[in-house]
């Protein structure tokens, strides 16, 4: 390289560097991408480019990924480090033709023909400048592809206007050993090589930009020109005895309340005013699995996204979280109470459709959503909606709603011809901003309305609430598991497309229930749910410190050495760092009694706390089973836990939406930790002397949840015959007399849901059938009361005594 050329290169790299913020997907290419330092790298980027290197050099510089710049250094033999698939398109005539480019694969592959150690790693890299997708009329169609394909004078007035929305994306690495190996070294392997990388290239543009925007209004005159839409319009004007003109300006209103209007000119400021939100929130937003869906992506498939639902923060940030991870937000399912101004057109242009509560038996209305969705998936729009329907009030997942799952099976139902793919995800907050609210709501006071100046109050309270958590479960293919349900769909579909299967009602019921679950397998345990899981198993709320880090290091280990699922994630750090972070969220109280400190949550906002034990009450179920068993009923054999536990967690199951698949293993694993942390005489089930405190907190964290039992099994016990209402409504009862005499306060030990829907397994395990299944029923009646402690027990049975001498 002449000095000349080192002068130039350099001053254009400043210059750019003045210009320019660059965004690197993924963040970490070492943890996300099979790279390996210790092989040999190049870079195969789509077109030749100066400015494309610089900001890929200033990229891999901050990385410690070689220089593009810097030769590949083979035996004796100095070659690029970057391979072109084509040349630099001029301002004028045409580029260069193809062979050069071509020629540096086969020098790449041809090294690996003579050296049979040699395997070098060609990482696809695809820079972005700006990410329009461009509008589906022809004039906006072809400025994207000039902006895909530009000259140097459009290059340059690209990263004079959008050099602060640059992005640089790294994909996984071919090895060009397996290559050479599998297909030889020939030009022919050079060509297919290049075909292979365009077509990456291309699908890799269509992840990051997302498809062409529709024109709204050409998009409402072809919806209502749809069969489906014709047929529900004049139904409705037979229906309502009016004219089908009148009928279709009611669709189109009904449009209108509900269509999205994208605009990437809002999410291009939207993201530097959350970026500015975000860094005064939180601090720091750890992401796991983003990869997978990107893959997802990547692959082709038609990606609906279902979170759990904590807070209005959770649309925002995970719109936000995807445009960095290099995917496209999502169109949002979002109520019809958000639809005011100024939040609705700004929601609407940031992607949101508008749901109306219920359809309430609207034939029209209902014809009209259902198309629009099924636009949204023939256009390859990724989707999200909250399956639980609302946000949840007690930090536990709610029961499902499965309006919006079902339409989206009879989307598939249809035809699609993309696999269509349920990402479940899980949000986890160390704060909830709304957490004092939901109280409130749960205590009686009535839901306000969302208004401006709902968010104006909301934005007066922004302060340090901690670190968020964005984990993304195990994808659910729709197609594989309407296959799995019934095999014979298509072939069903395909003679009576307008009959509604009879399996389908409880396919998607199923459906609902696997999406929950896999939200809560990639559960996040944050700092602050594990200090108040602790914390709330004692009676006073309160722990030593050093009691407090040692039970917090015990949790620890156990859920990084026995996990519940790969999916989840743990809060980083040992007990004394986690304790040191709940204190600085001003969570918890710390007083010196001249013995040392102790920790402890104020009586004011015990409850409060509730909501953060309950997001990962389901990671330690077992476990705290476990050790209830070893230490109150003494259970003497691994046979024997294998044969009580099961059968309380298929309640567990219905009430956490646990998914645990091989629970004998996942017992002998905790079985294992608590040994090896010296909390079982080695080779038996006994705990030992420094085992009963801790193993005793374990145990509590299902105190509750066993009280619960206790009462419905009591019950069933005394009444064999009692309905299901009865049931729900008597367990009620008996829980607000026991916890008001043994001060239990957690919101969702009263929540008349959760009795409802234990009553709903409990019919499905065969537990409400009278006298014919009396003797299972004493036997789970036995076990509860077994694992009380002697006070609670004693509540229950004095209570049904009373009640039935009543």
């Known amino acids: 390289m002449s000095k000349q050329d080192s002068i130039w290169r350099t001053s254009l790299r400043w210059l750019q560097r003045q210009l320019v913020h660059t965004v690197v997907v993924p963040q970490d290419p070492f943890t996300d991408l099979n790279l390996d330092p210790s092989k040999p790298m190049a870079y195969v980027v789509k077109t030749e480019s100066l400015s494309d290197i610089a900001a890929l050099a200033d990229v891999t510089d901050k990385l410690g990924l070689p220089s593009p710049y810097a030769p590949l250094v083979v035996g004796d033999e100095h070659l690029p480090r970057v391979v072109c698939l084509e040349g630099a398109k001029p301002l004028f005539g045409s580029r260069k033709g193809i062979l050069p480019f071509l020629n540096s694969f086969t020098q790449l592959l041809n090294l690996h023909k003579s050296d049979r150690s040699l395997d070098i790693q060609l990482v696809p890299v695809s820079l972005y400048w700006g990410r329009t997708p461009g509008k589906e009329d022809d004039s906006m169609r072809a400025a994207v592809f000039e902006r895909e394909n530009p000259t140097w004078l459009r290059k340059f007035l690209m990263i004079l206007f959008l050099g602060r929305d640059n992005f640089v994306q790294f994909s996984n690495a071919v090895s060009l050993r397996f290559m050479a190996d599998e297909h030889g070294t020939d030009q022919a392997i050079a060509h297919k090589l290049s075909r292979v990388a365009r077509v990456h290239f291309r699908r890799q543009r269509k992840v990051m930009t997302g498809p062409v925007l529709p024109n709204r209004q050409a998009l409402f005159a072809d919806l209502l ?26 669709a189109e209103a009904y449009l209108d309340e509900i269509a999205a209007d994208y605009s990437d000119s809002l999410i291009r400021v939207s993201k530097r005013l959350l970026t500015l939100l975000w860094h005064k929130l939180y601090r720091g937003i750890s992401i796991r699995g983003a990869e997978h869906v990107r893959q997802l992506h990547h692959d082709g498939h038609e990606i609906v996204y279902v979170p759990c639902h904590r807070s209005h923060m959770d649309y925002l940030l995970l719109s936000y979280l995807l445009y960095f991870e290099g995917m496209v937000p999502p169109h949002i399912a979002a109520g019809i109470n958000l639809n005011f101004w100024p939040a609705g057109p700004l929601f609407r242009r940031g992607g949101a459709f508008f749901i109306r509560r219920s359809f309430n038996g609207n034939k029209l209305y209902t014809a009209v959503f259902k198309e629009y969705l099924d636009q949204l998936f023939a256009k390859g729009y990724s989707v999200e909606y909250f399956t639980e329907g609302g946000r949840s009030r007690t930090g536990r997942l709610l029961s499902p709603k499965t309006g919006m799952l079902a339409m989206t099976v009879n989307s598939v139902l249809r035809g699609i011809d993309r696999p269509v793919t349920l990402v479940p995800v899980y949000l986890g907050y160390d704060h909830v901003m709304e957490v004092a609210t939901y109280l409130k709501e749960l205590s009686g006071r009535k839901k306000q309305k969302e208004s401006v100046w709902q968010v104006l109050g909301a934005v007066r309270k922004l302060g340090n609430f901690g670190r968020v958590y964005v984990n993304f479960g195990e994808p659910i293919n729709l197609q594989s598991f309407l296959t799995a349900a019934a095999p014979d769909w298509r072939d069903e579909m395909s003679a009576e497309p307008d009959q509604k299967p009879v399996w389908l009602t409880p396919m998607v019921n199923n459906l609902a229930s696997r999406v929950m679950t896999h939200i809560n397998d990639a559960a996040a345990a944050t700092s602050v749910a594990l200090i108040s899981l602790v914390l709330l198993s ?23 050495q026995v996990p519940y699922t790969s999916y989840g994630s743990v809060a980083e750090g040992d007990g004394h760092e986690l304790l040191r972070q709940g204190i600085e969220l001003n969570k918890f109280c710390v007083d010196n009694d001249g013995l040392g400190d102790i920790v402890s949550i104020d009586e004011k906002v015990a409850i409060t706390m509730t ?6 009450l389901h990671l330690f179920a077992i476990p705290a089973l476990v050790a209830s068993c070893l230490l109150r009923a003494e259970l003497s054999s691994r046979e024997q836990l294998r044969d009580v536990l099961p059968k309380f967690f298929a309640l567990l199951q219905a009430e956490l939406f646990m998914g645990q698949k091989a629970l004998p293993h996942y017992i002998d694993a905790i079985l294992q930790r608590f040994e090896a942390a010296g909390y079982l005489t080695p080779g038996t089930l006994k705990v030992t002397e420094s085992g009963i405190n801790t193993l005793g907190l374990l145990a509590e964290t299902m105190g509750e949840t066993l009280q619960r039992y206790a009462i419905i099994f009591n019950l069933l016990s005394a009444h064999p015959e009692i309905e299901r209402g009865d049931l729900e409504s008597e367990s009620h009862l008996l829980a607000s007399r026991l916890g008001a005499l043994h001060g239990i306060t957690a919101p969702e030990f009263y929540d008349k849901k959760l009795y409802a829907m234990l009553s709903i397994r409990l019919k499905e395990l065969g537990y409400l059938c009278g006298s014919d299944n009396q003797q299972a029923i004493h036997q789970m009646r036995d076990y509860t009361n077994l694992l009380l402690r002697p006070e609670i027990r004693k509540t229950i049975e004095d209570s049904i005594q009373i009640r039935q001498e009543s």
């Open 225 to 250: 020109q749809s069969e489906n839409l014709i047929k529900a319009i004049k139904e409705e004007a037979d229906s309502k005895k009016s004219t089908e003109i009148e009928a279709r300006s009611q």
């Open 611 to 616: 909501y953060y034990r309950n997001n990962v």
């Open 538 to 560: 004692t009676k006073q709320h309160a722990l030593a410190r050093k009691t407090l880090e040692a039970q917090l290091d015990f949790y620890l280990d156990l859920l990084q």
